[in-house]
C-alpha cells in the first residue's frame, strides 16, 4: 500500500524529530506538490526547523514530491471545489484516489471528504502505532513520540490520547 502525506502528519513528526518513523509504512510515501510547497517552501521562508527536517526528508528519499493531475479525475475535480479543503487537501486526497493509496492527515474536514469519495484515511498516530508495531520502534519510543508532538502542539483529544496508549500497551 502506498502513502499521501498531508501537512499535518508531517509538521509534528518533524516538530518532535520523529520523521524517521516514516520508514516503517510501505512504499511509495509521497507529497504532492501543493503539500511540499506549503510546508517546506512557505516553511524554510518563515524559518521553521520542522520545515527544513522535511526537506532533509525529501533529500534523502524518505519521501518524493509528486505532481497531482487533476484534470482528468472526477474526484479530484469535486475536491477541489469542497469549501471546507485547502488546495493541498485537495491535492493529497486526489492523489492518494488516483494511486489507490491511503492519505495521512488529521484534519476532520479532509478525512471526511475522504469517507465520501471512498479514500482510505490514517492519521499521524496511525503512522507512530504502525512504527512500534511492526518494531521500528519500542512501544517507550511510540509514547514518546505521541508526546513530544503533543508537547509541539500536536491536538489529540484525552480519549483517543488513552485509547493510543492503550494500543502502545498491548504491543508490549
Same mark, same amino acid.
Given at each position: 500500500?502506498?502513502?499521501?502525506?498531508?501537512?499535518?502528519?508531517?509538521?509534528?513528526?518533524?516538530?518532535?524529530?520523529?520523521? %524517521? @518513523?516514516?520508514?516503517?509504512?510501505?512504499?511509495?510515501?509521497?507529497?504532492?506538490?501543493?503539500?511540499?510547497?506549503?510546508?517546506?517552501?512557505?516553511?524554510?521562508?518563515?524559518?521553521? *526547523? +520542522? #520545515?527544513?527536517?522535511?526537506?532533509?526528508?525529501?533529500?534523502? %528519499?524518505? @519521501? *518524493?514530491?509528486?505532481?497531482?493531475?487533476?484534470?482528468?479525475?472526477?474526484?479530484?475535480?469535486?475536491?477541489?471545489? /469542497?469549501?471546507?479543503?485547502?488546495?493541498? *487537501? #485537495?491535492?493529497?486526497?486526489?492523489?492518494? *484516489? $488516483?494511486?489507490?493509496? @491511503? $492519505?495521512?492527515? +488529521?484534519?476532520? #474536514? %479532509?478525512?471526511?471528504?475522504?469517507?465520501?469519495?471512498?479514500?482510505?484515511?490514517? %492519521?499521524?498516530?496511525? !503512522?507512530?502505532?504502525?512504527?512500534?508495531?511492526?518494531?521500528?520502534?519500542?512501544?517507550?519510543?511510540?509514547?514518546?513520540?505521541? +508526546?513530544?508532538?503533543?508537547? /509541539?502542539?500536536?491536538? !489529540? #483529544?484525552?480519549?483517543?490520547?488513552?485509547?493510543?496508549?492503550?494500543?502502545?500497551?498491548?504491543?508490549?
Amino acid at each position: 500500500m502506498s502513502w499521501v502525506f498531508d501537512a499535518t502528519p508531517l509538521i509534528y513528526l518533524a516538530k518532535a524529530d520523529r520523521l %524517521g @518513523v516514516i520508514e516503517a509504512l510501505d512504499e511509495p510515501r509521497v507529497v504532492p506538490e501543493a503539500v511540499y510547497r506549503e510546508v517546506v517552501t512557505t516553511g524554510v521562508e518563515q524559518g521553521y *526547523d +520542522d #520545515a527544513r527536517r522535511i526537506e532533509r526528508a525529501v533529500e534523502d %528519499g524518505l @519521501v *518524493d514530491v509528486v505532481a497531482v493531475d487533476t484534470d482528468d479525475s472526477t474526484v479530484a475535480t469535486r475536491l477541489a471545489q /469542497h469549501p471546507g479543503l485547502s488546495d493541498a *487537501d #485537495a491535492a493529497v486526497l486526489g492523489c492518494a *484516489d $488516483a494511486r489507490d493509496a @491511503v $492519505a495521512a492527515m +488529521d484534519e476532520s #474536514a %479532509g478525512r471526511s471528504a475522504a469517507e465520501v469519495e471512498d479514500v482510505e484515511t490514517r %492519521g499521524t498516530a496511525y !503512522v507512530v502505532l504502525a512504527a512500534v508495531r511492526d518494531g521500528a520502534l519500542s512501544t517507550v519510543e511510540g509514547r514518546d513520540a505521541i +508526546d513530544a508532538m503533543i508537547d /509541539h502542539g500536536w491536538y !489529540v #483529544a484525552p480519549d483517543v490520547y488513552t485509547k493510543i496508549v492503550g494500543k502502545l500497551e498491548s504491543f508490549e
